[in-house]
């Protein structure tokens, strides 16, 4: 059940800046923290973002996020071979009372 | 270091039952929230079920109310999913997940690597 919408591929060149964003509504994104995850094909997800910006330790700055209203967005700055890969946003849902995915975008290095 | 490990995975009829364990390691398991995830094959992420730290409050996916049961032991650093009536839309690698909080609310921050079901005749 993804409420949360997003594109679903993004590309870029080596060194460019890619953004993803995940569109919701007052009952997720809009209430509470938005987490961004990255998938490496064939592993487990990564936690990228958490609460809406905060980065865990070892993830590079080159990952950032934001939030406004009820939508938020995941950038990529200096973009590397190693981003590729699908991301996915996930937030609490207040009105189904559990947590919810992104629909997922797979980001392509051309 | 942050380990979680699933096993109990496996092939089973439509109608079945299984019984899914996640050992975890490297944190103190009952600060914080667990969670079930499954992937389908080629599908994107879905969130299961969830259960508090003090095993007080759960979450359960419409698609599995009913059917699937989380629970927690926390004297053996350990997390379950009890799974009745399977059905074939469940097949997915499903993959524990520690929360970092522990409010059901607060989403995951390591993974698992997951055990595989197949529901199959």
């Known amino acids: 059940q993804s409420v949360l919408t997003q594109p679903p591929s993004a590309s870029g060149t080596p060194g460019q800046r890619v953004t993803i964003s995940c569109s919701g509504s007052?009952?997720?994104?809009?209430?509470?923290?938005v987490y961004w995850y990255q998938q490496l094909p064939g592993t487990a997800p990564k936690l990228l973002i958490y609460r809406d910006y905060q980065r865990p330790s070892g993830v590079p700055d080159r990952f950032s996020g934001s939030k406004s209203g009820t939508s938020a967005s995941l950038a990529i700055s200096g973009l590397r071979s190693e981003d590729e890969a699908d991301y996915y946003c996930a937030a609490w849902d207040d009105s189904l009372r559990g947590p919810v995915f992104g629909t997922g975008t797979k980001v392509t290095v051309l | 270091e942050v380990q979680l490990l699933e096993s109990g995975g496996g092939l089973v009829q439509p109608g079945g039952s299984l019984r899914l364990s996640c050992a975890a390691s490297g944190f103190t398991f009952s600060s914080y929230a667990m969670n079930w995830v499954r992937q389908a094959p080629g599908k994107g992420l879905e969130w299961v079920s969830g259960?508090?730290?003090?095993?007080?409050?759960?979450y359960y996916a419409d698609s599995v109310k009913g059917r699937l049961t989380i629970s927690r032991d926390n004297s053996k650093n350990t997390l379950y999913l009890q799974m009745n009536s399977l059905r074939a839309e469940d097949t997915a690698v499903y993959s524990c997940?520690?929360?970092?909080?522990?409010?059901?609310?607060?989403?995951?921050?390591?993974w698992g690597q997951g055990t595989l079901v197949t529901v199959s005749s």
């Open positions: 259960i508090s730290g003090s095993g007080g409050f759960t």
């Open positions: 007052s009952s997720n994104i809009g209430s509470n923290y």
């Open positions: 997940a520690k929360g970092d909080g522990s409010r059901i609310a607060d989403l995951a921050d390591y």
